[in-house]
């Protein structure tokens, strides 16, 4: 089955504790992109990738890193969580950096930073 | 500010009736997409409508745009209690990797 896979789905962690929440796409997908969604703000993105070893910013990249070794894996990691990063997240992939694709997303991994 | 919104925030109505979604973007598109997302779910893909079409079908849901409004609609027909959830609408940006810029999204609940 064709899906993007977030682990975990569920993370309650302590400010400063590095994690690192997984992503993984099964479709040969070139475009992969981090959203965070909180109440009132919507979707925002955080880091997306063209291709692999090619990352950009999004619009809240801040206490966030990803990295794109290879083309199914898309890891953000938080090096240094804080309460203000207590959101739920969403991976997303698509099959080119093209607008006129669309996308398909993970499952949503809820972190909770005390 | 947001590309995309939404109107209404929230919709309540009774299975069988229509729901009608509407949202409004800013700048020039190619585009305009529609997902849907259950409650704290991943967001689904429902239909995208190119910016030379002016209306699409997929089963029990049509889509317009008018590009000189920039404005498009989403209509559930017959209605059932499983549509209950929030409805996106979203367009991509010529630069920046075709990012899609989302709105705030429609609430919708559909009561049996």
């Known amino acids: 089955e064709a899906q993007v896979t977030q682990n975990p789905r569920y993370l309650i962690t302590v400010t400063g504790k590095k994690l690192t929440v997984t992503c993984s796409q099964n479709?040969?997908?070139?475009?992969m992109s981090w959203y965070r969604q909180d109440p009132g703000l919507g979707l925002r993105q955080i880091y997306y990738?063209?291709?692999?070893?090619?990352?950009d910013k999004g619009d809240v990249p801040e206490g966030y890193k990803v990295s794109r070794k290879e083309k199914r894996n898309f890891p953000l990691i938080l090096e240094s969580p804080s309460p203000n990063q207590t959101s739920l997240y969403f991976c997303?992939?698509?099959?080119?950096?093209?607008?006129?694709?669309?996308?398909?997303f993970g499952a949503g991994s809820r972190l909770t930073v005390l | 500010s947001q590309q995309g919104e939404e109107d209404p925030q929230a919709l309540s109505i009774q299975e069988g009736e229509n729901a009608t979604m509407n949202c409004s973007y800013k700048?020039?598109?190619?585009?305009l997409q529609w997902y849907r997302q259950n409650s704290g779910r991943g967001l689904v893909h429902l239909i995208l409508?190119?910016?030379?079409?002016r209306e699409k079908h997929s089963g029990r849901l049509r889509v317009t745009l008018d590009t000189s409004k920039k404005s498009s609609s989403l209509l559930i027909t017959a209605s059932r209690a499983a549509d209950t959830a929030s409805y996106f609408c979203?367009?991509?940006?010529?630069?920046?990797?075709?990012?899609?810029?989302f709105g705030q999204g429609t609430e919708l609940s559909v009561k049996p």
């Open positions: 997303a992939s698509r099959l080119g950096a093209s607008g006129a694709n669309v996308l398909t």
């Open positions: 979203a367009t991509p940006l010529y630069n920046q990797g075709g990012k899609l810029i």
């Open positions: 479709m040969n997908h070139e475009y």
């Open positions: 990738s063209m291709n692999v070893e090619v990352t």
């Open positions: 700048t020039s598109i190619n585009n």
């Open positions: 409508i190119r910016s030379n079409e």
